[in-house]
T-cell receptor, first 111, second 113 residues
Framework: GENVEQHPSTLSVQEGDSAVIKCTYS??????FPWYKQELGKRPQLIID?????GEKKDQRIAVTLNKTAKHFSLHITETQPEDSAVYFC??????????FGRGTSLIVHP | SQTIHQWPATLVQPVGSPLSLECTVE??????LYWYRQAAGRGLQLLFY??????ISSEVPQNLSASRPQDRQFILSSKKLLLSDSGFYLC????????????FGQGTRLTVV
């Protein structure tokens, strides 16, 4: 089955800095890559996603890049703010539609 | 619009007691349904998934079971809880036949004492 590795497990940045979270996947058939944000005690919610026919997607301060050859995708957050502090999950999905999640990255943005 | 309801939000149960967590989805039909557990760390461990009524797959052998008595209802159960069953349980759904985002319920914080 699919295996998704996510790094780092914890990321601490100063407000205004950029944050990058990286994921790799094992199954070349995966074609949908969502990113979820989970605030403390709450449910994960989608913040951005990318499909395999696209290399990059941006939404305001958030961007995702995908390298299909390397089976690697990344989340980029620019101009981080304290409210960006949360756990972020990447996921990879293929024809079975069952998302396989990474282990999560705890992002801490210091004011 | 579609919504997902999961209850209860918190639960404290003694060891050896039964468990029943319920999840329902509104506004869609034939959803894929999932149960995840999030232990003290952060990872989302897939416990069960279902692509239709009476079609349930277990990802991890354990003390839990799942049932889907209706198209949009997914139940997580246990006959006898263990201390290790403590955690944050999340129900989720996504659209059948399409590769799209998963929507999560509010979660149930289960503490087994």
């Amino acid at each position: 089955g699919e295996n998704v590795e996510q790094h780092p497990s914890t990321l601490s940045v100063q407000e205004g800095d950029s944050a990058v979270i990286k994921c790799t996947y094992s199954d070349s058939a995966s074609n949908y890559f969502p990113w979820y944000k989970q605030e403390l005690g709450k449910r994960p919610q989608l913040i951005i996603d990318i499909r395999s026919n696209v290399g990059e997607k941006k939404d305001q301060r958030i961007a995702v890049t995908l390298n299909k050859t390397a089976k690697h995708f990344s989340l980029h957050i620019t101009e981080t703010q304290p409210e960006d502090s949360a756990v972020y999950f990447c996921a990879a999905t293929k024809g079975s539609y069952i998302p396989t999640f990474g282990r999560g990255t705890s992002l801490i943005v210091h004011p | 619009s579609q919504t997902i309801h999961q209850w209860p939000a918190t639960l404290v149960q003694p060891v050896g007691s039964p468990l029943s967590l319920e999840c329902t989805v509104e506004g869609t039909s034939n959803p894929n349904l999932y149960w995840y557990r999030q232990a003290a760390g952060r990872g989302l461990q897939l416990l069960f998934y279902s692509i239709g009524i009476d079609q349930i797959s277990s990802e991890v052998p354990q003390n839990l079971s799942a049932s889907r008595p209706q198209d949009r209802q997914f139940i997580l159960s246990s006959k006898k809880l263990l201390l290790s069953d403590s955690g944050f349980y999340l129900c989720a759904w996504n659209r059948a036949g399409r590769n799209t985002e998963a929507f999560f319920g509010q979660g149930t914080r289960l503490t087994v004492v």
